[in-house]
């Protein structure tokens, strides 16, 4: 096990690189399987999702696209929570089947906003395929088809995942330590 430091905060290890890939390996043939004969439109999320969607696509056998979208926060002017839009969908998604690619789905609000907003350009089928999920956290029920790992309620970079924008470019999995 490895610690490292980020700005004023210690992590350590707790996911290998290769437990990852295996995996995202073990999904990605799922989704072979599923989506066979439906070429299917992969969005995925940036930034956090940039690595997972790089070695989930390459374990994709079956022909697909592959699109990138952002998402910009504001602060509603009526409302009091962050408002996220969806920016940068540039691929015509009507009846076509849709996978969106997430680093992780905490409270699931995200995850949500994004499905609402695919939904008003009438896709055939629209899942979600993500790397982390936090059981614990989620606080809006939706079906999450594809999930690599099942986390506890702690903050991790790494992956892909940023901590105040650093850390995405480390190879495995960190949890932040309580250090009281
Ligand atoms: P949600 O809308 O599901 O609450 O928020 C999801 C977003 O919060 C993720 O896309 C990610 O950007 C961020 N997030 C949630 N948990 C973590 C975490 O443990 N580490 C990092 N780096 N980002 C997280
Ligand atoms: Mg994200």
Redesign the pocket.
């Known amino acids: 096990m490895s610690i490292i430091k980020i700005k004023d905060k210690t992590f350590k290890t707790s996911l290998p690189e290769a437990d990852i890939k295996k995996r995202i390996k073990e999904v990605a043939a799922r989704i072979n399987q599923d989506m066979e004969g439906k070429t299917p439109v992969f969005l995925s999320?940036l930034n956090?999702a940039f690595m997972f969607t790089a070695d989930l696509l390459k374990e994709i056998t079956i022909p697909c696209e592959v699109s990138f979208v952002k998402l910009a926060s504001y602060e509603g002017v009526l409302s009091t929570g962050k408002v996220r839009e969806v920016i940068g969908l540039n691929v015509d998604i009507q009846d076509r089947s849709v996978i969106i690619v997430?680093?992780?789905?905490?409270?699931?609000?995200?995850?949500r906003r994004m499905v609402e907003t695919l939904q008003l350009h009438h896709p055939k089928e629209v899942h979600i395929a993500t790397l982390f999920v936090?059981p614990d956290k989620i606080e809006e029920p939706m079906d999450i088809k594809y999930s690599c790992f099942e986390i506890p309620n702690?903050?991790?970079?790494g992956y892909g995942?940023?901590?105040d924008q650093l850390g995405r470019n480390l190879r495995e999995i960190y949890t932040l330590v309580d250090e009281g």
């Open positions: 999320v956090g997430e680093d992780i789905v905490d409270t699931g609000r995200t995850m936090k702690e903050f991790i970079v995942l940023d901590y």
